[in-house]
């Protein structure tokens, strides 16, 4: 709330602020790009899955197997996968699925 000096009520604050955010886990890419192309309303989408929607409110959109992959009991898979996820702003899972095996994966 912000005080209005002259009448020294109290008036409603309508800017908005970042108290709340949405994190919405996603089984395949299709449903990743969905999520993404219908709230993303900035095109300049912040990392590692994180988005804006046209409210201003925050919503990471990550795919379901992420925190299993990021805890693989392989460092070295764990720690692949961290540094391409670091690289993304939406989630890519083939480029996760080539991160935990350390190649590209052939195309369907």
């Given at each position: 709330?912000?005080?209005?000096?002259?009448?020294?009520?109290?008036?409603?604050d309508?800017?908005?602020?970042e108290?709340?955010?949405?994190?919405?886990?996603?089984?395949?890419?299709?449903?990743?790009?969905?999520?993404?192309?219908?709230?993303?309303?900035?095109?300049?989408?912040?990392?590692?899955?994180?988005?804006?929607?046209?409210?201003?409110?925050?919503w990471q959109?990550?795919?379901?197997?992420?925190?299993?992959?990021?805890?693989?009991?392989?460092?070295?898979?764990?720690?692949?996968?961290?540094?391409?996820?670091?690289?993304?702003?939406?989630?890519?899972?083939?480029?996760?699925?080539?991160?935990?095996?350390?190649?590209?994966?052939?195309?369907?």
């Amino acid at each position: 709330m912000l005080t209005n000096p002259r009448h020294r009520k109290y008036v409603p604050d309508s800017r908005h602020k970042e108290t709340i955010s949405f994190f919405v886990t996603c089984e395949s890419q299709a449903e990743v790009d969905r999520l993404w192309d219908a709230l993303s309303a900035y095109r300049e989408a912040k990392q590692r899955g994180w988005l804006k929607d046209r409210y201003g409110v925050s919503w990471q959109i990550i795919l379901a197997a992420l925190p299993e992959l990021m805890n693989d009991p392989d460092p070295q898979k764990a720690k692949r996968v961290m540094d391409a996820m670091l690289q993304m702003k939406k989630i890519d899972i083939r480029a996760l699925q080539e991160a935990v095996y350390g190649q590209k994966q052939p195309t369907e």
